[in-house]
């Protein structure tokens, strides 16, 4: 049996569409809002609303909402947005990076895990099949305690390193992957640690293709890519429209060099657009229509030039491989 598990229920994976594969929706993470960095707060329901339409009026048709415990998601408001737009949006359990779990627990999740005071707290005192039943539990039961279930479990690792606790909760989210059978997702931090990510899940005894690696457009290096891909992981390329990295040129050639090596049904595209001044409603940013509308017609047109075909290309990244990657298979 398979399905792709949506904030909505269960659908099949031809429904799932022309996707983004990492973005956040309605999140307020207690780590930046302590530090009053309002601008990595997206607090505003009707605002973010109003770039998911956008989105979807060019086309688009499912987001995979990448927004784990520790990064203040907003359950409801984010369900909301998916009733009230008639679009798919896949849920996220599990964890992120460490440094963000200095953070305090807001008080309605602490029934859920304990009465700890922050997300660090939690996980140091906690046990390994301890932290696994908490993700296991909001992939089949809920997330935070609502009835709208998680269609991936996520863990995270810091820059050119893991520590103890990013170890312990990437073992929680495996473990969790082997009882529900849902996909998994790693934050690397600037597309650092992947390789490192890969080997502690083998120890698990993960099969890679079932894992997608977050931000690999942050670590421009078409070789590291190749090692990657050799492992038959996902590498996601979800820093479009963020110039201030790298020029769109470059991720369009580090795409193209692994669909040259025969890797285009490993690769997903998104924006990870997580700041008020990246979206369109919040702050004038390029907001959640720019891939769709913009960032696809020039890939097209760039791979078409170099003897690809571009259309063709874009269907793999965006409909074919995210409806293979976020597929439960029981």
Not at 279 to 307: C, S
Request: aromatic content about 10%; some cysteine.
């Amino acid at each position: 049996m398979s399905f792709i598990r949506t904030l909505r229920g269960d659908i099949q994976p031809k429904e799932l569409g022309f996707t983004y594969s990492h973005e956040h929706i309605v999140c307020r993470p207690a780590y930046w809002a302590e530090r009053d960095a309002d601008d990595l707060l997206l607090d505003d329901k009707e605002k973010s609303k109003k770039d998911v339409a956008d989105f979807k009026r060019h086309g688009g048709q499912a987001i995979v909402d990448a927004t784990a415990v520790d990064y203040g998601r907003d359950v409801q408001a984010v369900k909301e947005i998916s009733d009230e737009l008639d679009l798919h949006i896949i849920g996220t359990a599990g964890f992120n990076k460490s440094f963000l779990w200095d953070g305090k627990i807001k008080d309605e999740l602490k029934p859920l895990i304990g009465n700890y005071d922050t997300y660090a707290e939690w996980i140091d005192q906690t046990s390994i099949n301890k932290l696994t039943e908490f993700v296991i539990r909001e992939v089949e039961e809920g997330l935070e305690g609502t009835p709208f279930k998680a269609g991936q479990v996520k863990f995270g690792t810091g820059y050119n390193r893991i520590t103890p606790l990013e170890e312990k909760t990437l073992r929680a989210v495996a473990r969790a992957h082997h009882e529900t059978k849902a996909p998994i997702h790693s934050h690397t931090e600037v597309g650092t640690m992947a390789l490192e990510q890969i080997e502690l899940l083998k120890s698990e005894n993960v099969n890679l293709e079932f894992l997608s690696l977050g931000h690999m457009d942050r670590n421009p290096d078409p070789s590291y890519h190749e090692k990657i891909a050799k492992t038959g992981a996902l590498l996601s390329f979800d820093g479009i429209a963020k110039i201030k990295y790298a020029p769109e040129s470059l991720r369009i050639e580090c795409i193209l060099h692994l669909v040259e090596k025969g890797y285009e049904n490993q690769i997903l595209i998104s924006g990870d657009t997580a700041r008020k001044s990246y979206y369109k409603h919040y702050d004038y940013g390029l907001g959640l229509e720019y891939i769709i509308a913009k960032w696809v017609p020039r890939f097209i047109e760039e791979a078409n030039q170099k003897g690809f075909n571009g259309e063709q290309l874009v269907h793999k990244f965006f409909v074919e491989n995210p409806a293979r990657c976020f597929t439960f298979k029981k």
